[in-house]
C-alpha cells in the first residue's frame, strides 16, 4: 500500500448537527482495488457512551469523503475504516488506538 493522502482535513456534520474538522490519511494499493483510511479528530463526544457517539460520527465523517474526496482518489476501492483515538497505557503515556469500522 501506498499513501495517496497524507492528514487531509475536511468538515462534516456530527449527530448533534454540528460542523467539525476531522483529518484523514488515505492508503491505497497500486491496483486501486483496496484502499485503507484513518481518521483522526473524529469527535467521540462527553458522557454516555463515547465509543458509540465516535463510530456514529466515523460514519458521518466516511459518508461525507465518499461523496467529495474517495471518488476522485480511490473510485472503485474496497474501503477499510480505521479511527484514531487517544488512550492511555500508563501515567503521563499517550498511545493511540484505533477502532475498525464495520
Request: no cysteine; glycine share 10%.
Amino acid at each position: 500500500m501506498k499513501l495517496v493522502r497524507q492528514a487531509h482535513e475536511f468538515e462534516y456534520r456530527d449527530g448533534q448537527g454540528v460542523d467539525r474538522l476531522g483529518q484523514v490519511d488515505v492508503w491505497a494499493t497500486t491496483s486501486g482495488e483496496r484502499a485503507v483510511l484513518v481518521l483522526r479528530n473524529v469527535d467521540g463526544g462527553s458522557g454516555g457512551d463515547q465509543r458509540l457517539t465516535l463510530l456514529e460520527n466515523a460514519r458521518r465523517a466516511v459518508y461525507m469523503l465518499a461523496s467529495s474526496l474517495l471518488p476522485f482518489l480511490v473510485p472503485a476501492a474496497h474501503l477499510d475504516v480505521w479511527v484514531l483515538r487517544p488512550g492511555k497505557s500508563g501515567p503521563g503515556e499517550h498511545r493511540p488506538r484505533a477502532l475498525v469500522l464495520p
